[in-house]
């Protein structure tokens, strides 16, 4: 089974902190993904990279970057926490020779909240 | 507008119901269509995909695409407290790229 882990379930930080989240999956995928899921505005794409030290920007990377030095793992850093950050985190990762409809696979998510 | 909308509930049902959920879009170069389950505390996963128009059936569940009004359905028959979840519709089109675009969620609740 593919397995994608995230390093934290829940995590508590303050205004201005700096905020690593990791993942990691186990299944030699190329791509993997940060989302954030927020009530009624659905899974909305940061960022994602399709290589080792290759990244895109998704919909909403402002106040975000990303680093993949390995293949099976990719960080999301909030360089300085705000507010508005406080949400779910998820992320996946998929094949790249993965069939059209890219069936992605997601990590159990954190829940992050920025006091 | 969202290129995607979903209506997110929560829908309770009794145990035994049809469910039926739904999700309109926009963007008419959208091809594969997906449902995708989250379980509360759990990330998604993919329950089922369907490429472009017409219905595709799981057991229990069928899956149904309408190109022409750009509305998607799933169906849930003899529904269970297990199917209990947050049920995300989702979908991309047929060029490269990784963009996949998803609903909010609908929230359900099957009551034994």
């Known amino acids: 089974d593919v397995k994608v882990t995230q390093s934290s379930r829940y995590l508590v930080k303050r205004t201005g902190e700096k905020v690593f989240l990791e993942c990691v999956q186990d299944?030699?995928?190329?791509?993997m993904f940060w989302y954030r899921q927020d009530p009624g505005l659905g899974l909305r794409l940061i960022y994602f990279?399709?290589?080792?030290?290759?990244?895109e920007k998704g919909d909403i990377p402002e106040g975000y970057s990303v680093s993949r030095e390995k293949k099976e793992r990719f960080s999301l850093i909030l360089e300085s926490a705000s507010t508005n950050q406080t949400s779910m985190y998820l992320c996946?990762?998929?094949?790249?020779?993965?069939?059209?409809?890219?069936?992605?696979?997601f990590g159990p998510g954190t829940r992050l909240t920025v006091l | 507008q969202k290129e995607v909308e979903q209506d997110p509930g929560p829908l309770s049902v009794p145990e035994g119901a049809i469910v039926s959920l739904n999700c309109t879009y926009s963007?008419?170069?959208?091809?594969?269509f997906m449902w995708y389950r989250q379980y509360s505390r759990k990330g998604p996963e993919l329950l089922m995909y369907?490429?472009?128009?017409g219905n595709k059936e799981d057991g229990r569940f069928t899956a149904q695409v309408d190109k022409s009004s750009k509305y998607i359905s799933l169906f849930i028959r003899d529904s269970q407290p297990s199917d209990s979840a947050t049920y995300l519709c989702?979908?991309?089109?047929?060029?490269?790229?990784?963009?996949?675009?998803f609903g909010a969620g609908t929230r359900l609740f099957v009551k034994a």
């Open positions: 989702a979908m991309r089109g047929n060029t490269g790229g990784f963009k996949t675009i």
């Open positions: 990279s399709y290589d080792v030290k290759m990244k």
């Open positions: 963007n008419s170069a959208f091809q594969y």
């Open positions: 996946a990762s998929s094949p790249v020779n993965s069939p059209s409809y890219n069936e992605q696979f």
């Open positions: 369907t490429y472009s128009s």
């Open positions: 299944m030699d995928h190329e791509n």
